[in-house]
């Protein structure tokens, strides 16, 4: 078992901040959290971890493809978006959809515009996202909530 992630881009080593303990019925997992974000990638057929610091200082840019790209954004988005760090989470979202517009990533920025309090920003982008996937589950269920 190790006792942390290293980011595959700058090999930076992070070290689990906490590790909780999770039982449902008789099923035992831990979750460890290291104190950044980190999204996962798949590249030459494997997966590597990339930091939140590489994020920030435009590390990924280079030597992602706009798919990988795409998706480490969105995914640093719905990170932040849990951790309750809503400006993070909407700049990410935003760069994830300059690279290319999905229903799921609408969706996420609708959510995290719903938290900050900007409900109609909200309505549109739910409206948005179904318009590219009529049958968003969460866009649907949440859109219907708002109105
Ligand atoms: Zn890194």
Redesign the pocket.
């Known amino acids: 078992m190790t006792n942390g992630e290293k980011?595959?881009?700058?090999?930076?080593f992070y070290e689990y901040r906490k590790t909780e303990t999770w039982t449902k019925g008789d099923v035992e997992c831990d979750i460890a959290e290291c104190e950044v974000a980190f999204a996962i990638v798949q590249r030459d057929r494997k997966e590597i971890?990339?930091?939140?610091?590489?994020?920030i200082e435009g590390?990924m840019e280079p030597v992602l493809s706009r798919s990988q790209l795409r998706g480490a954004f969105y995914q640093f988005g719905l990170e932040f978006s849990k951790a309750g760090e809503f400006d993070k989470a909407r700049s990410a979202l935003m760069k994830s959809l300059e690279v290319e517009e999905t229903a799921d990533s609408v969706a996420a920025l609708a959510y995290v515009e719903e938290a900050l309090g900007h409900r109609m920003k909200a309505v549109t982008l739910y409206q948005k996202a179904l318009a590219i996937q009529p049958e968003h589950f969460m866009a649907k269920a949440n859109l219907k909530k708002l109105l």
């Not at 980011?7 to 930076?12: D, E, F, K």
């Not at 971890?49 to 994020?55: D, S």
């Open positions: 980011c595959g881009l700058c090999g930076t971890l990339i930091c939140e610091t590489c994020y590390r």
